[in-house]
């Protein structure tokens, strides 16, 4: 059965964009050095290859079958000119949603229904999970099953932060060192 796993590149002060962050600057300030671990890209966006550990994590998040996004978060990266991959995007917006950037991106009225039309068109796959407020929301409804955090060796001090003020359990089930990076997964524990 499909899984939502989060995957998000952190600063150790728990920040996934610097301070400024919006269209056109999507990691904000000196948010850039939270995907250095990627490495350069080898063709168009979001096409990375890094080296090692690093590859095969890389490896495992690209071999989703679908993508949950937040609409700050889509609108910040410029909707990934419509294509995340080759999977489904399914971006839960309030109001009147915007014309669709391509055949693969579909917008949706809330979380809920984002995550289960995700987790239908996944099929075995997992759902790729981007957006802080979104994580929020997820971690809330109880939608979010586990987290790929990237962290990064260095304090931003200010920025959009990952997680809000909600009380949340996890339980770490690997840790993978590479080189700027260390990758953590997590599962989500059921609230208490």
């Known amino acids: 059965m499909a899984k ?8 150790l002060d728990g920040f996934i964009a610097g301070p400024g962050d919006g269209p056109g600057n999507g990691l904000g300030d000196g948010g850039l050095r939270l995907h250095e671990w990627l490495g350069e890209p080898v063709a168009g966006y979001p096409h990375f290859d890094p080296p090692g550990v690093s590859g095969r994590v890389f490896a495992e998040v690209m071999a989703t079958g679908a993508v949950v996004v937040g609409r700050k978060t889509f ?3 410029g909707h990934w000119d419509g294509d995340h991959h080759g999977v489904p ?6 109001g009147t949603p915007p014309e669709p950037q391509s055949g693969w991106v579909h917008y949706v009225p809330d979380v809920a229904t984002a995550m289960r039309e995700a987790k239908a068109a996944a099929g075995d796959a997992n ?15 109880g939608l979010l099953d586990e987290l790929e955090i990237h962290l990064i060796p260095v304090v931003l001090g200010d920025g959009r932060r990952l997680f809000g003020t909600d009380h949340v359990e996890f339980e770490l089930t690997r840790v993978l060192d590479a080189p700027g990076v260390t990758h953590l997964h997590y599962r989500v524990l059921p609230p208490a």
């Open 4 to 11: 939502s796993v989060l995957d998000m590149a952190m600063s």
């Open 89 to 94: 995007i399914f971006v839960p917006t309030r």
């Open 75 to 77: 609108d910040y990266a």
């Open 127 to 141: 759902v790729m999970v981007h957006g802080a407020s979104l994580a929020q929301s997820l971690l809330r409804e």
